[in-house]
């Protein structure tokens, strides 16, 4: 890892666990000051204590996307405490309720998936683009596999990481003559929390677990360690914008 990150200040929202906490992990580790945000202060607290028990600088503001004056609200914050913001990973999203078109996909389902996954993203990237500005840097945004496929099952969640492909692209164009860069990532199964809640949390001897490692013909499921690689990979790159990068053991490949 180079030294772009020393220094510079990056926010991650869905930061309190999975693949937001291993980001703002490795994000401090190069460097960074982070800010973590999230709905749970107990387990964004825990990643701050983390942090610092390793040297490095970290802010916890309680955060619900959703809600545009608590998104405001972060940014203000992170400018206040830090003065800057140069790098920002939109990663809180939720799974929704699993079932058929026909059955589960409820007005309710709908909407607070959306709300989260989608209006939270339009939130999150109003207000910390222009803070990006002054000085230039990235937006990493979570994505999924299913952005780019269908999934039986899990069509409100598809459809919301469709449309979290084309803001991101979107955003890319409109501002990358002004040196903001707009990517995501569209991962493939990832070990976190959410994963354990469509399977359960049974480590060994599932069949529902054991049927999504072998969507992936490299035979598992990737780590959150692996995931968040690829998100500092594109916060550091200065020539990637607009692109989607796919992050998922080669499923989409077949």
Do not use: C
């Not at 959703?66 to 809180?92: C, I, P």
């Not at 109003?126 to 039986?152: C, D, F, R, W, Y």
């Amino acid at each position: 890892m180079n030294t772009s990150l020393k220094n510079k200040v990056a926010l991650v929202t869905g930061g309190t666990s999975g693949i937001g906490e291993a980001a703002a992990l490795q994000l401090a580790k190069a460097g960074a000051k982070v800010v973590v945000a999230g709905r749970r202060e107990s387990e964004g607290q825990a990643v701050v204590k983390a942090i610092e028990k390793a040297d490095g600088q970290a802010l916890f503001v309680k955060t619900d996307v959703s809600r545009e004056a608590d998104v405001k609200a972060l940014v203000d914050k992170t400018l206040a405490t830090f003065g800057r913001l140069d790098f920002a990973f939109n990663n809180a999203g939720v799974e929704g309720t699993a079932g058929l078109t026909t059955d589960k996909q409820t007005e309710e389902n709908y909407r607070r998936t959306f709300d989260i996954n989608v209006l939270g993203l339009v939130f999150s990237m109003k207000h910390e683009i222009p803070a990006i500005l002054k000085n230039g840097g990235a937006i990493v945004n979570t994505s999924s596999v299913v952005g780019q496929i269908g999934m039986p099952g899990f069509g409100v969640y598809t459809a919301s990481k469709h449309a979290v492909n084309g803001l991101t692209r979107s955003a890319a164009l409109e501002f990358a003559k002004q040196g903001v860069r707009v990517n995501a990532v569209a991962f493939g199964t990832i070990q976190t929390p959410m994963i354990d809640r469509m399977v359960g949390e049974a480590q060994t001897d599932n069949a529902q677990r054991d049927w999504l490692a072998g969507l992936h013909p490299i035979g598992r499921i990737g780590t959150t360690e692996e995931a968040a690689q690829a998100v500092i990979a594109l916060l550091e790159n200065p020539f990637i914008t607009g692109s989607i990068l796919t992050v998922d053991g080669g499923w989409t490949a077949q």
